[in-house]
């Protein structure tokens, strides 16, 4: 399947037509996560803690303000491989506190509360700030969010594509392009918009789905999406229930559980991470054909999968091109 871009030229183009933008005015304070933080001025430099503020600052023109990067799941964007090829990386996973700090930021833009927060692996949010360094998370990580249950949270709301177009807008306005955020927001939403009506049209009534991230060991339990993440989301929007009943991020739920609900169709997450076997989406399908159990689902049998990019199940600007391959998906299967 292919997840359609998106298009920075088409980005531009939208920029220069909107009119002008009231500048931001500083000093500017936003709540953010639970924490006020206030900016004098546009930072002049940024580190992201995380894939997803690394393709929104891309998205908004922003590359040239960002001096490091860090926790990778996969290629960056390819319209923007040229310009993160100049980028330091601090690290594919998780960076180290001093290696943030080194590079003197005047911003760090974080993903996950779980790198920078009140529990931190890379650093808590006062320690950054003892140093005089602002930090910003992405509210997809924390409205509606409980970051103190489970290890990667649990949902106490679904997630909202509001909250990555807030998470848009506030990083435009901290950096003084408020234009530029307006102008990505239109255009994902109009994607969006699009990637629904199609399949409403197909007139599902029935169909389920289960989306299958990774898994520490190719015979143990999967980490598959529950209740509240983004493709809990997508599976409402497009009239999908998802099988996996759990508030959890990505609970682990056994093969045998899933077998039982038979989902219509699975969803299984392609990535560049090594960090379990199971990583490799070519291994996912060797085992879903192959486990005594798991080929016998119909739609293993039917040949009811979707490959999606492993950061379009995350909270991210890439949730608009798994939204669209889904719903092409559908349309291409008999599910009436």
Known sequence: MFIR???????????????????????????NCGVEVTF????????????????ILYSLGLGDKVVGTSVWFTEV???????????????????SFESVVAKRPG?????????????????????????GIPTYTLPADCVGKDNTAGS???????YSMDSLYQGISDLAQIFDVAGRGEALVADLKARE??????????????????????SAEMDIDPYVAGQGGAPAYMMQALGLR???DSNEEWPTVSWETIARADPTVIVVARMDRRRFEADDVERKLEFLRSDPVASQMEAVKNDR???????????????????????DALAEFDLQ
């Open 193 to 214: 918009a699009a990637a629904i009506e199609k399949a409403q049209g197909l007139g599902l009534k029935e169909a389920s789905a289960v989306f299958w991230f990774s």
């Open 40 to 55: 004098d001025a546009a930072p002049e430099s940024v580190v992201t803690v995380g894939q997803a503020a690394t393709e």
């Open 305 to 327: 999968i979707v490959i999606l990019d492993a950061h379009g199940m995350d909270p991210s600007i890439r949730n608009i091109g798994a939204l669209e391959t889904l719903s």
């Open 77 to 95: 964007l390819p319209e923007f491989a040229e310009l993160n090829a100049g980028v330091a990386r601090l690290a594919d996973n998780d960076p």
């Open 152 to 158: 990667d949270g649990t949902r106490l709301e679904l």
């Open 107 to 131: 911003l760090v833009a974080v993903q996950y509360e779980w790198h920078v927060g009140a529990q931190g692996i890379v650093a808590t949010r006062e320690q950054f700030a003892d140093l």
């Open 5 to 31: 871009p998106l298009t920075a030229a088409a980005l531009g183009a939208a920029w220069l037509a909107l009119p002008a933008q009231a500048e931001t005015q500083y000093p500017l304070t936003l709540a």
């Open 242 to 244: 998802n099988v996996v």
